[in-house]
């Protein structure tokens, strides 16, 4: 009798753990089945749902050169590399918009001035593409194609500039222009945006000493950092205009209330940027700048450039 009673309890025993083991399986197949499908609705959710950034970066690299040897119709041998670099970092959430930019330009050119060819030690590398920019701009919807609006704009450049090779006329950081504006921004369609903004402010600074004379970038004294107060527009228009063209144009007012004639004493920036995709590999592109900065010249200051380049988006 007790040796039943004892085979009881120990048959007892054993179902019960065998029974738990079996309640503890499915309780973890239970939450695995439960944490697999929380994570897939939280995949489906990022992926159908769309993004509040939109982000679009662009380096394209060009190269050029030219060799003339013994050639009857003459010419100058050359070389030249650039590379270029357009980030867009766009963020829209209902009535706020957060749109920022960066522009980036560097290149430089050889000419086999002496004739002894263009990697002799008499040539030297001129500079001939140099930019700094970043844009900023916030946005609250006002009315109907219409934002309250608030800009920060920088543009420097990266290297030395001279004039007829020995004159020293700009460095890196001199000139730097740093312009903050508040004003309305008109937005009717994605592509185009117009910016009116009657109170802005523009500093410039000269990190270069040598630089820093009065006359030089509009200074009215020997000093580095100057500030000016006044008016600015932009109009900003990007668009695929045609299959696989694309065009990139942007025209700047700025005018300083402490400097008259209004009209002689505007500056103005007008760039356009021309991209034709050939294939995946290769497009064309056109670029052209015209300037006009009383403070620098009377004249207008004109910049184009033609070629083939190597895109690559990411």
């Known amino acids: 009798m007790k040796r039943l009673f004892i085979l009881v309890v120990m048959v007892f025993c054993s179902s019960t753990i065998l029974f738990s083991q079996d309640d503890i399986k499915k309780n973890a197949v239970n939450a695995a089945n439960d944490a697999a499908t929380k994570a897939s609705k939280i995949v489906s959710d990022t992926t159908t749902k769309p993004s509040r950034w939109y982000i679009k970066n662009n380096l394209t690299l060009n190269t050029e050169q030219n060799m003339f040897d013994n050639w009857e ?19 829209h959430k209902k009535k706020l918009k957060w749109d920022n930019s960066v522009e980036l330009g560097y290149g430089k050119m050889r000419q086999d001035n002496n004739g002894k060819g263009i990697f002799d030690d008499g040539n030297i590398f ?9 844009n900023s701009i916030i946005g609250y919807k006002a009315f109907d194609g219409w934002n309250y609006s608030a800009l920060v704009n920088f543009k420097s450049q990266f290297d030395d500039g001279f004039k007829n090779d020995t004159i020293l006329v700009s460095s890196f950081f001199a000139p730097a ?4 504006s ?46 000016a107060f006044g008016s600015y527009i932009k109009i900003f ?18 005018n300083d209330y402490n ?3 209004f009209l002689t004493n505007t500056d103005i920036n007008f760039e356009t940027y021309v991209t034709m995709k050939v294939n995946k590999y290769l497009s064309a592109f056109v670029n052209f700048q015209v300037v006009y900065n009383y403070d620098f010249s009377v004249n207008l200051q004109f910049k184009e450039r033609v070629g083939l380049s190597i895109p690559l988006d990411f």
Do not use: M, W
Request: a positive charge.
């Open 182 to 227: 508040i004003g309305l921004e008109y937005k009717p369609r994605p592509y185009i945006s117009v910016l009116i903004s009657p109170i802005t402010g523009r500093t410039t600074f000269i990190a270069n000493k040598g630089l820093a004379k009065k006359g030089n970038y509009g200074l009215t004294e020997d000093k580095q950092i100057d500030f």
């Open 237 to 254: 228009f990007e668009k695929e205009v045609f299959k696989n063209v694309n065009v990139l144009s942007k025209l700047e007012f700025f």
């Open 126 to 134: 001129r500079k001939n593409e140099d930019k700094i920019e970043l």
């Open 177 to 180: 222009y740093l312009t903050t």
């Open 259 to 261: 400097k008259a004639p």
């Open 73 to 91: 119709a003459g010419g100058v041998s050359s070389f030249a590399f650039s590379v270029f670099y357009k980030g867009f970092y766009n963020y």
